[in-house]
């Protein structure tokens, strides 16, 4: 029997809901952070034919499209000086809903690590 944390919980939960919503498979690319790689994650991940995880090497931001994302964001902050963090936040907030609805700049980011959106293999 395989323990799960919350950690590992919150995390299918958040995958099963998405699944549930688009009513298409998943495929999900992580980072090795310890709840993406534990036994528990991958007992669960097992138990969904609907999805594929892609594991990240140890460090590769070059190949994480969310690093392509915020490095795009932080370029449009570069010469901000807010006055207080609300204000911060509620930029952050505002650049990250119109990127949403930006398809051809969010496949810009996936494109720019050279990964595909193709489903892997299953073994």
Not at 10 to 35: E, M, N, Q
Not at 95 to 112: E, N
Request: aromatic content about 6%; charged content about 25%.
């Amino acid at each position: 029997m395989v323990v799960c944390h919350d950690g590992e919980r919150d995390y299918i939960r958040l995958l099963d809901g998405a699944h549930h919503l688009l009513k298409a498979p998943l495929i999900v690319v992580w980072d090795r952070l310890s709840t993406h790689i534990s036994k528990a994650m991958q007992t669960l991940v097992a138990e969904r034919d609907w999805l594929s995880v892609v594991l990240l090497p140890g460090y590769a931001p070059e190949l994480n499209p969310v690093e392509g994302m915020w490095a795009h964001i932080k370029r449009s902050l570069a010469n901000l000086a807010a006055r207080i963090l609300g204000e911060l936040e509620t930029l952050l907030r505002r650049r990250l809903k119109t990127l949403q609805y930006r398809h051809r700049v969010l496949g810009g980011f996936l494109a720019g690590t050279g990964l595909t959106l193709d489903r892997p293999d299953r073994p």
